[in-house]
């Protein structure tokens, strides 16, 4: 099932590597422990068994996208070097690709002078983004929806910024009403627009933040961690392609490689449309930089030491899938939205289940039609285990009952939220088993409603 047959031209590039340090006197490495190392990694394989097979069709639950081969091995031969990507001293050549490989992200975006790095993920990148707005507008408050992921609340706290929560609308995007009642209160040094909610993909009504930057003058980060690729997909509804299409004119972007760009984890990417706030970077290093007039990573960036390996590999694989509208790449964040759509219209047509909203991306959450929400997130519950008995591996979510209220307005609410299923159809691959998924998705749900309707015929 995992695929091997690269690892062919993986030696002939390890080899050419190699012959690139040619006039160096010879020299063995001498390795601790080679005697033993089938031993110990054929026991690392082992225990790697013990995994949700997230690189297979069936896994359709969390964002878990496995990186394209040659991300995979552009990584591992950089790996042969182990470059840090701080200084040009740790990196040239790594350092090179990895700003290159950004101005192809930004690009992406239609920015062409800008100020960006990578970074270990969207946690740290989104850090470095809500830094430089304190540092802007020192202790006034963040702002983000309330399905805005976690960390920004938790990287507030770090920083000491002041952070509150915008309600969001029946879709799980922030409520633009709400936004402007609290932006008339005053005292906010930034929005964070979320293109592309952990829990459902759910991309915020840029325009409408855009225009109320107007009026009040706040700065504009893009949270598109997940989503911030879909700028390149061309089947997404009109309300989230009028968002993509303004993307541009937000102050920073957040994007993640390690999801939709098909590199391994951790890789993310923190992007200024002003190349001067560089400026708060500025620090003394007089052992790490002098042996370079050129900018080194390390002086645009929070972190210190972190792996040129993750540049290699990003660089690789936009050389090897151009990052455009209409080619390789973008189809298949096409075809994974698609699938999203596909197993959207039948679970519609499934009188079991209930479907709040269309997926915006290629997120899609659903429940199981039940007398009351503890009811139904019990039964989400079984289905969720029935499904991983037939290696069908969705995924939970705690979501707030009125994003169900209009599809299932006779449920009784006894709980404030609703346990339910959630399925991330990102591999491009979903696509071609929609039908499989679906049926055992269904045979699931047979299964688990029948085991609720004995447990009820049991009781007194």
Same mark, same amino acid.
């Given at each position: 099932?995992?695929? %091997?047959?690269?690892?062919?031209?993986?030696?002939?590039?390890?080899?050419?590597?190699?012959?690139?340090?040619?006039?160096?006197?010879?020299?063995?490495?001498?390795?601790?422990?080679?005697?033993?190392?089938?031993?110990?990694?054929? &026991?690392?394989?082992? =225990?790697? !068994?013990?995994?949700?097979?997230?690189?297979?069709?069936?896994?359709?639950?969390?964002?878990?996208?496995?990186?394209?081969?040659? &991300?995979?091995?552009?990584?591992?031969?950089?790996?042969?070097?182990?470059?840090?990507?701080?200084?040009?001293?740790?990196?040239?050549?790594?350092?090179?690709? *990895?700003?290159?490989?950004?101005?192809?992200?930004?690009?992406?975006?239609?920015?062409?002078?800008?100020?960006?790095?990578?970074?270990?993920?969207?946690?740290?990148?989104?850090?470095?983004?809500?830094?430089? &707005?304190?540092?802007?507008?020192?202790?006034?408050?963040?702002?983000? @929806?309330?399905?805005?992921?976690?960390?920004? @609340? !938790?990287?507030?706290?770090?920083?000491?910024?002041?952070?509150?929560?915008?309600?969001?609308?029946?879709?799980?995007?922030?409520?633009?009403?709400? #936004?402007?009642?609290?932006?008339? %209160?005053?005292?906010?040094?930034?929005?964070? $627009?979320?293109?592309?909610?952990?829990?459902?993909?759910?991309?915020?009504?840029?325009?409408?933040?855009?225009?109320?930057? *107007? !009026?009040?003058?706040?700065?504009?980060?893009?949270?598109?961690?997940?989503?911030?690729?879909?700028?390149?997909?061309?089947?997404?509804?009109?309300?989230?392609?009028?968002?993509?299409?303004? #993307? $541009?004119?937000?102050? @920073?972007?957040?994007?993640?490689?390690?999801?939709?760009?098909?590199?391994?984890?951790?890789?993310?990417?923190?992007?200024?449309?002003?190349? +001067?706030?560089?400026?708060?970077?500025?620090?003394?290093?007089?052992?790490?930089?002098?042996?370079?007039?050129?900018?080194?990573?390390?002086?645009?960036?929070?972190?210190?030491?972190?792996?040129?390996?993750?540049?290699?590999?990003?660089?690789?694989?936009?050389?090897?899938?151009?990052?455009?509208?209409?080619?390789?790449?973008? %189809?298949?964040?096409?075809?994974? =939205?698609?699938?999203?759509?596909?197993?959207?219209?039948?679970?519609?047509?499934?009188? !079991?289940?209930?479907?709040?909203?269309?997926?915006? #991306?290629?997120?899609?959450?659903?429940?199981?039609?039940?007398?009351?929400?503890?009811?139904?997130?019990?039964? @989400?519950?079984?289905?969720?285990?029935?499904? $991983?008995? /037939?290696?069908?591996?969705?995924?939970?979510?705690?979501?707030?009952?009125?994003?169900?209220?209009?599809?299932?307005?006779?449920? /009784?609410?006894?709980?404030?939220? #609703?346990?339910?299923?959630?399925?991330?159809?990102?591999?491009? +691959?979903?696509?071609?088993?929609?039908?499989?998924?679906?049926?055992?998705?269904? $045979?699931?749900?047979?299964?688990?409603?029948?085991?609720?309707?004995?447990?009820?015929?049991?009781?007194?």
């Amino acid at each position: 099932m995992l695929e %091997r047959d690269s690892l062919a031209v993986f030696l002939e590039a390890a080899r050419r590597l190699d012959a690139g340090f040619a006039a160096l006197p010879e020299f063995a490495p001498d390795a601790p422990g080679m005697a033993r190392l089938p031993e110990v990694l054929f &026991a690392a394989a082992d =225990r790697l !068994r013990d995994n949700y097979p997230y690189f297979h069709p069936l896994y359709a639950g969390q964002m878990l996208k496995p990186p394209h081969p040659v &991300a995979r091995l552009a990584y591992a031969l950089a790996m042969w070097i182990n470059p840090n990507n701080h200084a040009l001293d740790g990196g040239r050549a790594s350092s090179a690709m *990895e700003k290159e490989a950004v101005a192809e992200l930004a690009a992406m975006f239609g920015w062409k002078n800008f100020l960006g790095h990578l970074c270990g993920g969207g946690t740290m990148a989104n850090l470095e983004a809500l830094w430089i &707005a304190g540092q802007l507008q020192p202790g006034k408050t963040i702002l983000a @929806s309330a399905q805005a992921h976690y960390t920004h @609340s !938790r990287i507030c706290g770090v920083l000491q910024l002041p952070f509150e929560a915008v309600p969001c609308d029946a879709r799980g995007r922030m409520d633009a009403a709400a #936004l402007a009642a609290r932006l008339a %209160r005053g005292g906010v040094a930034a929005v964070v $627009a979320t293109l592309g909610t952990t829990a459902t993909g759910a991309v915020d009504p840029l325009p409408e933040i855009l225009a109320l930057r *107007e !009026r009040h003058g706040f700065r504009l980060h893009a949270d598109a961690a997940y989503g911030g690729y879909f700028t390149l997909a061309e089947n997404l509804g009109a309300e989230a392609q009028s968002a993509f299409a303004r #993307l $541009a004119e937000a102050d @920073s972007i957040v994007i993640d490689p390690h999801k939709h760009g098909l590199q391994p984890y951790g890789c993310g990417c923190v992007l200024f449309r002003d190349p +001067g706030a560089g400026r708060f970077y500025r620090h003394d290093s007089p052992y790490t930089y002098f042996t370079s007039a050129e900018l080194h990573l390390g002086e645009i960036s929070l972190e210190c030491s972190r792996p040129g390996a993750a540049a290699v590999a990003l660089w690789a694989t936009q050389k090897l899938l151009p990052l455009r509208k209409g080619g390789e790449f973008a %189809r298949g964040l096409e075809r994974g =939205r698609a699938a999203a759509l596909a197993l959207d219209q039948k679970l519609r047509r499934d009188p !079991r289940f209930v479907v709040p909203f269309e997926p915006q #991306l290629d997120i899609l959450v659903f429940a199981p039609l039940a007398p009351s929400v503890s009811a139904a997130s019990a039964l @989400s519950r079984s289905i969720f285990a029935a499904a $991983a008995r /037939r290696q069908l591996h969705l995924a939970l979510a705690d979501l707030p009952v009125e994003f169900f209220a209009g599809q299932a307005p006779g449920m /009784r609410r006894d709980r404030a939220v #609703l346990t339910c299923l959630r399925s991330v159809l990102m591999k491009p +691959g979903h696509l071609d088993w929609v039908e499989k998924i679906a049926e055992l998705l269904s $045979a699931a749900a047979g299964e688990a409603c029948a085991a609720s309707r004995g447990t009820e015929t049991q009781q007194p």
